[in-house]
């Protein structure tokens, strides 16, 4: 039987990877069995997480797509051990995806977390699905969104990636919750420092600009 890994590692690949010097590394790992297969508790941890990701599809002749899909953390939900889905919702109306994957199911997901420093690929196929049960089960509670179909993606494998070269990023919200509470702290220590003092707190002084409170 085949690696799991061998979707991503065609003859050619193994072969570019032998001359350039990789190929015993990931050897060893096909010899395992390859990749990871089925959702795993880690896994399951970094989708908990995932407010963003990729979704690659393809014509039948191979021409590629990417359609970025985002939503509240975790609205890529694990439907079992094999299949991810997530609720489809209203964009620019191109359809593009839902063509190809009408034609071709073979799809990829690349998820990135740019807080910690980590990403996801995974292979394998999807389907669109318009079942109102299925969207209703999918939709993120609370979210405000228009629900237009649903996709489900049976995973084949997926890989982790190193964290080399990916930025450390955070969201706008999480960025700005931050500051906000170190503003207020440095506000309370401000205020215990000038109490300590004897002094006005620095934002209740009339004293004149440049001028310490008599």
Known sequence: MNPSSDIAFTPRIKAIQAERGSRAAYARQEQKGGWPTTVTPDLAQFLAEVRSFYLGTATPDGQP???HRGGPKGFLKIVDEKTLGFADFTGNRQYISTGNLADNPRAYLFLMDYVNRRRV?????ARVVDDKETI???FPEGYEAEPEQAILFTIAAWSRNCPQHIPQMFPAEEAIAAVDSLTARIKTLEAELAAARGLTPPEDSEAAPGRAPA
């Open 121 to 125: 690929k995974i292979w394998g196929t």
């Open 65 to 67: 797509y990417i359609q």
């Open 136 to 138: 209703r089960r999918l």
